[in-house]
Every structure is written in structure tokens, then in C-alpha cells.
């Protein structure tokens, strides 16, 4: 009897994951960046709660089909804060998904306590809190 690297659930998945690949159906990833000033005097309690995010607003962002979801902070001027948002979209339906992730009533309680921390970037569209940006470089 020959053995094999996997066997018995493990095989299916290797081979259901092999033949995604080798057929092209992985999911597209669309990478997203944004950027919204941070008050200074919040600073702290920005970086206190990002430091222990709720698990139910983590977990909505993964139902929501995002991944590798970063927060950068930096001082561009002095006493001029800001964040900038980096994360990469697996799903097919980005409104239905970003209109879950606004509906969730944890997410929005989360948003109460993070937002007036935060400074709407002037040009921000009505209705977004982050400033979109335009992806000009991704190195494969």
C-alpha cells in the first residue's frame, strides 16, 4: 500500500485547493487605501483600542471577505497626525459586503468610539468617513 503526503479530509481539501489554483478560480484580491487625519489628543485612546479590538467587529471584517486589514499612524507635520488603511477584498460583491459591514450593529458601536478620533480629510465623498486612495504601484 502506498502512502501519500495526505490522506483522508486532508486529501480532499489538498486537491480541492490544487485545483483552484492550477484553474485560476482563486479568489481576486483587490487591494484598498485610505487615509483620514487623527486628532491628537486622541491619539491614546485610538491606539488603546486598536491595541484590543473587539472580537465581533474582527470577526465581521473576515465575514466581510477582508483580509490583512492595517492601520498605520504617522505625524507628517508636527502635531499633525494621520492613518492610513490598507486592506485586500476576496469577495464578489463589495457594496453588499461594505452595506453588511455598516449594518452590523457592533461595527457601528465600534465606529461611535473610533470616529471622534478621527478628522474627515476635506474632499472626502458624503457618506465615507476615510478618504480613498488610488492604487499607483504593487510590486508582485
Known amino acids: 500500500m502506498r502512502k501519500y503526503l495526505f490522506s483522508g479530509k486532508l486529501s480532499v481539501i489538498a486537491c480541492l485547493l490544487l485545483c483552484v489554483v492550477l484553474s485560476g478560480c482563486a479568489p481576486e484580491v483587490r487591494r484598498f487605501g485610505s487615509v483620514i487625519a487623527l486628532k491628537g489628543e486622541k491619539r491614546e485612546l485610538y491606539n488603546k483600542l486598536h491595541a484590543d479590538p473587539w472580537p465581533e467587529v474582527v470577526g465581521k471584517l473576515q465575514e466581510c471577505n477582508i483580509r490583512n486589514y492595517s492601520i498605520y499612524q504617522g505625524e507628517l507635520e508636527k502635531g499633525k497626525w494621520y492613518l492610513f488603511s490598507y486592506f485586500e477584498y476576496t ?3 463589495l457594496d453588499a459586503d461594505m452595506k453588511s459591514l455598516a449594518d452590523d450593529p457592533k461595527t457601528q458601536e465600534w465606529w461611535k468610539l473610533t470616529d471622534p478620533c478621527q ?3 476635506p474632499g472626502t465623498p458624503e457618506g465615507q468617513q476615510w478618504l ?8 508582485k
Open 91 to 93: 469577495g464578489q460583491d
Open 119 to 121: 478628522i474627515r480629510i
Open 132 to 139: 480613498s486612495m488610488k492604487e499607483v504601484y504593487h510590486s
